[in-house]
């Protein structure tokens, strides 16, 4: 099994090269870091602990995601993986999530929610949009997430299948929604969170937890009227 990692990074010259360092799984032969318009070392930090690094200025965690996604499509691997860029996952866990997709699952998703989130890695409007996001989720696909969290391995033709087009905050769920239509074989499994390093872009702001909010409910109701 062949696995690449897209790693999205905005501003995070002080975590992602230890989270470049520290994703060992031999089964990983690429990690690509795409540089969403960063204004301090990101791309340097990046390419010395080992990553490609690919410089997409049009800012969006989607964007960025769909930048890495293009770099890989040219010679694209068996598995993809998705890991934020701030150090708050635990980059050893990505052998726990390939081990499972490797039993049969067309998605794995890394689980804060069934994990241990250390106290103060997730915000109380972080707890409640996932509670409410999973909640409309079930009701209306029958399937049982618990978390939203952006660490996850998924086949590359599971993938291309969903295709995804959501090119800022709605990323995550766009992709837990058309799996879920799709009828994918999908499963989480725990893994463990840490305070990030540094502020967020999104839970770190009023204004950014409010725009996140209101697009992935959004992108959930449009995906159900859209089926």
């Not at 060992?24 to 318009?37: A, S, T, W």
């Not at 964007?63 to 293009?70: D, Q």
């Not at 890695?121 to 079930?138: A, E, H, K, M, Y």
């Not at 967020?200 to 159900?224: D, F, M, P, Q």
Request: proline share 4%; glycine share 10%; with cysteine.
């Amino acid at each position: 099994m062949i696995v690449d990692i897209v790693i999205p990074a905005l501003d995070e010259e002080d975590s992602v090269g230890r989270v470049v360092a520290e994703l060992k799984d031999p089964r990983v032969r690429r990690i690509i870091v795409v540089d969403n318009g960063s204004r301090d070392a990101t791309a340097e930090r990046a390419r010395a602990a080992g990553a490609i690094v690919v410089r997409e200025p049009q800012r969006g965690y989607g964007r960025a995601c769909l930048t890495g996604l293009a770099e890989l499509a040219s010679d694209p691997p068996d598995v993809v993986g998705f890991v934020d860029a701030d150090y708050s996952d635990y980059p050893e866990d990505l052998t726990a999530l390939l081990d499972r997709v490797a039993q049969g699952y067309d998605m794995v998703i890394g689980s804060r929610t069934r994990g241990h989130a250390q106290r103060g890695s997730l915000t109380p409007v972080q707890v409640f949009g996932n509670w409410l996001s999973t909640t409309l989720i079930r009701g209306l696909y029958g399937v049982d997430y618990t978390d939203l969290g952006p660490f996850r391995v998924i086949w590359w033709d599971a993938l291309r299948r969903i295709g995804m087009q959501d090119e800022d905050f709605g990323w995550t769920v766009e992709m837990q929604v058309r799996a879920a239509r799709l009828g994918l074989r999908t499963t989480e499994i725990p893994v463990r969170y840490r305070p990030r390093i540094g502020v967020s872009k999104v839970s770190g702001t009023v204004v950014g937890s409010v725009r996140a909010g209101h697009k992935i409910l959004w992108t959930i109701g449009r995906e159900y009227v859209s089926r």
